[in-house]
């Protein structure tokens, strides 16, 4: 394979996008979850590690429990820097896996291994492999959705949160980059801050379904609404945007804005978190739907959706479900990618 011109698209195709559909539990069999996961994180000398995009009542149990909901930068410091044995990592598997290289001692176990990131899926690692021999006078970065093999691969990890610092640092050193999956993210990062990037072609199945167009006509019903725009989507949904960033980025703008009412093109996991810590501002989702809309076009990732109350509660009753459910990395691979993701732990911020 020889660079940009010849790289296929690695979008993942539709059939390949599960649907998911979430249990809905009475409120009462939420309580008695909650309890018996609590009970059992203790009893496990374990701590739960969420994603804000799972479902609230487990965002919720973390919080509870002494664990954290964040953003996939901080999941990462906080399962490296905390002193359980134990991590129970709600979110998607590269989450796990980040959690595995940072703590290699640590058992790490999943409510479900099913969950993958179409990122992940989209950056498949001999072919990456491949690109990056064809390519040899660039810095390879990486973004955190991708597996181990393909971390292992890379000079740097970044995730959306630091990935523009990380890649203006190296653009000021005279460094070519190669970034790969997200093509929406690397074309955003590329356009910020003017670095020479060959982008590899992948997308995320949520944030690709947002629609300018419609952006636009939601905008204009609501012309006081600040839009706050996750940067997996489409350039021309970011245009719009008052503010782009991470999960923790979207947050902290949706606090220090004076709109109060916002439009968000994220994962719809992220309003739990939006309306809870700001409840005096209303929250919109941004439009998947209009023309060219398809039956995943609903803004709710159906992996991070299968990190269910009942699913965390599995994982935890029997020693045997936690093996079947640990995060396992060959040592090889994961001390090549503990390099790269350790750097980006180190950039200063
Ligand atoms: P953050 O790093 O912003 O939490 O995003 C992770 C992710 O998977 C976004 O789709
Ligand atoms: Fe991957 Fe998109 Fe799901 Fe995030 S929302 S985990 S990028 S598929």
Redesign the pocket.
């Known amino acids: 394979m020889s660079a940009e011109t010849t790289l296929p698209d690695y979008s993942l195709p539709e059939e390949q996008v599960p649907m998911f559909f979430p249990e809905v539990l009475a409120e009462s069999d939420v309580a008695a979850l909650k309890e018996e996961i609590a009970g059992l994180l203790k009893a496990r000398n374990a701590v739960l590690v969420a994603?804000?995009y799972v479902d609230g009542h487990v965002q919720d149990l973390a919080e509870e429990t002494g664990g954290c909901v964040s953003?996939?930068?901080e999941m990462a410091r906080f399962g490296r820097d905390h002193d359980a044995p134990t991590l129970v990592v709600a979110g998607v598997r590269f989450m796990g896996e980040s959690a595995k290289i940072l703590s290699p001692d640590k058992q790490v176990v999943m409510p479900t291994l099913a969950a993958e990131?179409s990122l992940d899926l989209g950056c498949p690692p001999d072919e990456f492999e491949a690109f990056c021999k064809a390519n040899p006078d660039r810095t390879v970065v990486v973004y955190?959705?991708t597996s181990a093999k393909v971390k292992a691969l890379s000079d740097w990890v970044v995730?959306?949160?630091v990935a523009l610092p990380i890649v203006e640092s190296l653009d000021a050193k005279g460094e070519k980059i190669l970034w790969a999956p997200d093509k929406h993210l690397g074309r955003y990062i590329q356009h910020q801050t003017g670095a020479d990037m060959l982008l590899w072609s992948g997308a995320?199945v949520?944030?690709e379904e947002f629609k300018s167009k419609a952006l636009f006509d939601l905008k204009a019903v609501y012309p006081d609404a600040g839009v706050l725009v996750?940067p997996?989507s489409p350039a021309a949904v970011i245009d719009i945007a008052d503010a782009v960033g991470?999960?923790?980025q979207i947050l902290a703008a949706a606090r220090d804005l004076p709109h109060e009412m916002f439009i968000v093109a994220t994962?719809r996991g992220l309003f739990h978190k939006l309306r809870q810590r700001n409840p005096d501002k209303r929250f919109i989702e941004a439009p998947t739907a209009g023309d060219g809309a398809t039956c995943r076009s609903c803004a709710h990732?159906p992996w991070m959706a299968m990190n269910e109350l009942s699913k965390v509660a599995e994982v935890l009753r029997d020693e045997s479900a936690m093996r079947d459910k640990e995060i396992r990395i060959d040592p090889d691979i994961a001390k090549r990618a503990m390099v790269p993701l350790q750097r980006m732990l180190d950039f200063p911020r």
Do not use: G
């Open positions: 994603h804000y953003d996939s930068l990131c955190a959705n995730t959306s949160s995320c949520v944030h996750h997996e991470s999960t923790s994962d990732c």
